[in-house]
């Protein structure tokens, strides 16, 4: 089923034990193609596992996939464009929320076109505690450099025209409220 442009959604993230890691009270739905989903938000209210919160600090267009193990939040940020790519699972919907496991390991990309890829050990300490398979640890690691490669192309979430076309999407949603 296929949801109207300008819907406000919520984002949870979970852990590959079934428990809430974060989530983030709203969102709106600027566009969901067969491959993708695509989100904008500012000024979210985001809940973190351990009941603290904060607001985020700037616009963000967030790519979600259907079949790829990532999603890509392109953020516009004051110092120019970052993004923060997360290797988690293909997300699903339920009735107004869009749900995705999150595995730990995270690319950070600057506004120069560098990057880096975070939090290798959180992963390694998770795959171990929560018991990933071979099959699940060789679809991330593949999914991440199919990832990087996007970057170095930039392909899709990472061509900056079509970002900006999402966040004037974004915007006249906003501005039309």
């Not at 919520?10 to 969102?27: A, D, P, V």
């Amino acid at each position: 089923m296929k949801h109207d442009k300008g819907k406000k959604m919520q984002i949870h993230c979970y852990k590959h034990n079934g428990k809430i890691h974060r989530i983030w009270e709203e969102s709106y739905l600027l566009e969901e193609t067969e491959d993708y989903l695509i989100c904008g938000n500012y000024k979210t209210k985001v809940i973190e596992n351990d009941g603290r919160s904060h607001r985020t600090k700037e616009p963000a267009i967030i790519f979600f996939y259907k079949h790829n193990w990532f999603n890509i939040i392109a953020q516009f940020k004051e110092y120019g464009l970052f993004y923060y790519c997360n290797v988690a699972s293909p997300y699903i919907i339920d009735e107004e929320t869009i749900k995705y496991i999150d595995y730990d390991l995270d690319l950070r990309v600057f506004p120069d076109g560098g990057y880096r890829v975070l939090d290798k050990n959180e992963y390694k300490y998770h795959k171990k505690i929560m018991n990933y398979s071979k099959e699940l640890d060789l679809i991330l690691n593949k999914e991440l450099e199919k990832l990087i490669k996007m970057k170095n192309n930039n392909e899709e979430a990472f061509d900056k025209s079509l970002i900006n076309h999402y966040l004037e999407i974004f915007n006249n949603i906003r501005n039309s409220e």
